[in-house]
């Protein structure tokens, strides 16, 4: 597998919800860039396409099929990580489970599997991965949120409450972690087409963001992958408690 840079040698990277989207393509950065990637997903053949596509290409991955929406799901995933892998120093809480409902139409099964997967597994996983992180060398977490923390659509109250929810995560977890050599920080991407995304996505909608991104285009998953591998890396070695918007500007600006 050949890369411009192996910024990530030999580092042992967990990705939760690594099976598609922003997780693969951050997988197969990081391995690209010289990482042992635990790639983590619910569904064994998901994780196995993922794998089997990194050791194709001649880096190093292996699977690890775990429920993270429990702690106890993640506790094991991170164990399975630092186990297999022999050490471990990366993090990155991307693992979401999405739904948008107007006010009177939130329920309450919906809000709390969505609180699992895309809150409390954040606050679990980085509890987890501390433990696991060797403290003369300290480690990186990088989660994913949005910029629905930012600024919010129609629909997506209990979305945006998570993503702003997962700022906050961040930032109190890099204050703490720091004397630790953990840096926390997270990344915030505007629109981007997966196959998570499809159900909230239609052309007249994404005609319509593209229009108003100053770089005139939706993201895309390497774009938030290059992110990702970056806060992890030593090139962002004084870099804590951040959330960068990875958004072609859309956030900060009206065109």
Same mark, same amino acid.
């Not at 840079?5 to 919800?17: E, S």
């Not at 997270?186 to 997966?194: E, M, N």
């Given at each position: 597998?050949?890369?411009? #840079?192996?910024?990530?040698?030999?580092? +042992?990277?967990?990705?939760?919800?690594?099976g598609n989207?922003?997780?693969?393509?951050?997988a197969?950065?990081?391995?690209?860039?010289?990482?042992?990637?635990?790639?983590n997903?619910?569904?064994?053949?998901?994780?196995?396409?993922? +794998?089997?596509?990194?050791?194709?290409?001649?880096?190093?991955?292996?699977?690890?099929?775990?429920?993270?929406?429990?702690?106890?799901?993640?506790?094991?995933?991170?164990?399975?990580?630092?186990?297999?892998?022999?050490?471990?120093?990366?993090?990155?809480?991307?693992?979401?489970?999405?739904?948008?409902?107007?006010?009177?139409?939130?329920?309450?099964?919906?809000?709390?599997?969505?609180?699992?997967?895309?809150? #409390?597994?954040?606050?679990?996983?980085?509890?987890?991965?501390?433990?696991?992180?060797?403290?003369?060398?300290?480690?990186?977490?990088?989660?994913?949120?949005?910029?629905?923390?930012?600024?919010?659509?129609?629909?997506?109250?209990?979305?945006?409450?998570? #993503?702003?929810?997962?700022?906050?995560?961040?930032?109190?977890?890099?204050?703490?972690?720091?004397?630790?050599r953990?840096?926390?920080n997270?990344?915030?991407?505007?629109?981007?087409?997966?196959e998570?995304?499809q159900?909230?996505?239609?052309?007249?909608?994404?005609?319509?963001?593209?229009?108003?991104?100053?770089?005139?285009?939706?993201g895309?998953?390497?774009?938030?992958?290059?992110?990702?591998?970056?806060?992890?890396?030593?090139?962002?070695?004084?870099?804590?408690?951040?959330?960068?918007?990875?958004?072609?500007?859309?956030?900060?600006?009206?065109?």
């Open positions: 597998m050949s890369a411009q #840079k192996l910024d990530l040698q030999d580092r +042992v990277a967990l990705i939760t919800g690594a989207g922003i997780g693969r393509e951050t197969r950065q990081m391995a690209a860039r010289g990482a042992v990637v635990a790639v997903d619910l569904k064994p053949e998901f994780v196995a396409a993922v +794998v089997d596509e990194i050791r194709a290409a001649g880096g190093r991955a292996f699977g690890v099929v775990q429920n993270i929406a429990s702690r106890e799901g993640i506790q094991a995933a991170v164990e399975q990580a630092r186990s297999e892998g022999g050490r471990f120093d990366i993090l990155v809480n991307n693992a979401a489970w999405v739904r948008y409902q107007a006010v009177p139409d939130i329920q309450a099964d919906t809000m709390e599997r969505m609180l699992d997967v895309g809150f #409390k597994a954040v606050i679990w996983g980085i509890q987890a991965a501390t433990a696991a992180m060797d403290p003369e060398r300290g480690g990186a977490i990088v989660n994913v949120a949005s910029t629905a923390a930012l600024r919010s659509a129609p629909n997506s109250l209990v979305y945006s409450g998570i #993503k702003s929810g997962i700022l906050g995560i961040t930032r109190a977890a890099a204050a703490e972690l720091g004397a630790q953990i840096r926390v997270a990344v915030c991407p505007s629109a981007v087409p997966t998570g995304t159900r909230n996505r239609n052309a007249e909608r994404d005609a319509a963001r593209v229009a108003s991104t100053p770089m005139g285009r939706l895309t998953v390497e774009d938030i992958a290059r992110a990702i591998c970056f806060l992890a890396s030593d090139d962002a070695g004084f870099i804590t408690a951040q959330g960068l918007a990875v958004d072609g500007g859309v956030t900060l600006t009206n065109v």
